[in-house]
């Protein structure tokens, strides 16, 4: 026997005779709730259907079976729509005072069936009843909440991570010049004090090839052809001291990064006595007057000065200006690096450069080494 159950229009079951039995002894159904089996003619109190068996005391409240006067008992052959399925097993007894989480209607102590609405005192709120909205509601209002603390902790925190990370490209640009100045160093000492760009003609002509003879005549007179910093890359003794070309990139420089790889794969066969001198993916440039035996002088620095000198009017070009060849994506205005010849790198601003700069006045008035006689040259190796 299949036995059907409505409480406040809601159809219930349909349930075997065990199951109802079992929900009564559980306190989930009430044996005044009306219910409807085939061959009953009309709606019937629990209690009168044949087999039930009602437990000696009842916790629920007694039923209005005239609630359900204006419903047409089924018949046979249209029975009542079938209810999702059982009532949910029996939880924990609710406490004096509890509140159905469904409708909010005070319930009984022990009671497990809401007799408002039919609900499971002891189960969450269902999907498509009220409960479910204000459920979802909360976790959508606390969704949005959370998404604008995040928007406010971003907003806050990315021009911070974004100036540590400027800061931190800084001093990894600060290591390469440290670096270039170093193999600067290491071919002096194998080279009688002498940078690249200031050597005996032997030397130029042993280290630059045929080409080396119109580098310098001598090393007290300009050079009578153009030398790059490509082309003092690509010395072998140079590349020997750098070791790779990676650290002729500053981090930076983001526009060269790319063109600074295929530098990095071509390597090998990078040799500006064989013809074939450093042409693409550089940061750095040197100075005409950086002699190791003074100093003082400068040696190296990042590729976005203003000029092609590092006295008169010169100044560092920053990538937050309207305009400048020489720029250099992560550093702004006033910003630049450069390394000594006594080894020693820095960051730079407007203040070390021009007539005035202290690292340039101290450029100029460095004396010895194998530099020609008076101020140091502040022109640079582009």
């Known amino acids: 026997m299949q036995i059907l159950i409505n409480r406040d229009g809601q159809q219930l079951g349909p349930y075997t005779l065990e199951q109802v039995n079992e929900y009564l002894a559980a306190g989930s159904l009430s044996p005044d709730d009306p219910a409807w089996h085939e061959g009953l003619a009309e709606w019937v109190p629990l209690n009168q259907v044949g087999g039930i068996v009602v437990p ?5 409240p007694p039923f209005d079976p005239g609630a359900f006067g204006a419903s047409s008992p089924p018949t046979a052959s249209s029975p009542p729509p079938v209810a999702s399925g059982p009532p949910p097993a029996a939880g924990p007894p609710m406490a004096m005072g509890a509140v159905c989480p469904q409708c909010n209607v005070t319930v009984q102590p022990g009671q497990v069936v809401c007799m408002n609405c039919g609900s499971h005192l002891h189960a969450l709120p269902s999907a498509g009843k009220k409960g479910a909205g204000k459920l979802i509601a909360i976790i959508g209002g606390g969704v949005l909440a959370l998404g604008a ?8 925190l990315l021009p911070a991570l974004a100036r540590a990370k400027a800061k931190e490209n800084r001093i990894k640009c600060v290591n390469n010049l440290n670096s270039i100045g170093k193999a600067s160093i290491g071919f002096s000492q194998d080279n009688g004090g002498r940078t690249p760009w200031n050597m005996l003609p032997s030397q130029s002509l042993n280290h630059y090839g045929n080409a080396g003879t119109g580098v310098f005549k001598y090393h007290y007179e300009r050079p009578s052809t153009t030398l790059g910093a490509g082309q003092i890359f690509g010395l072998s003794a140079m590349k020997s001291e750098l070791q790779t070309a990676k650290i002729l990139v500053s981090p930076c420089d983001a526009a060269r990064v790319a063109d600074n790889e295929v530098l990095q794969a071509g390597w090998a066969n990078i040799d500006t ?4 001198p450093v042409t693409i993916g550089t940061s750095y440039i040197f100075c005409q007057g950086g002699d190791h035996g003074r100093s003082a002088t400068v040696i190296a620095l990042t590729r976005n000065l203003n000029a092609n000198s590092v006295s008169a009017s010169a100044f560092w070009q920053g990538a937050d ?5 020489n720029r250099m994506t992560g550093l702004n205005k006033s910003q630049g690096q450069l390394v000594l010849a006594d080894g020693s790198a820095k960051q730079s601003t407007d203040a070390d450069l021009g007539g005035s700069g202290k690292v340039v006045k101290g450029h100029s008035n460095s004396v010895g080494g194998t530099s020609p006689l008076g101020a140091s040259s502040s022109a640079v190796i582009r």
């Open 56 to 60: 000696a005391a009842s916790t629920p």
């Open 149 to 156: 603390i995040i928007g406010i902790l971003a907003s806050m």
């Open 321 to 325: 200006e309207a305009a400048g060849a």
């Open 273 to 276: 006595k064989g013809g074939n």
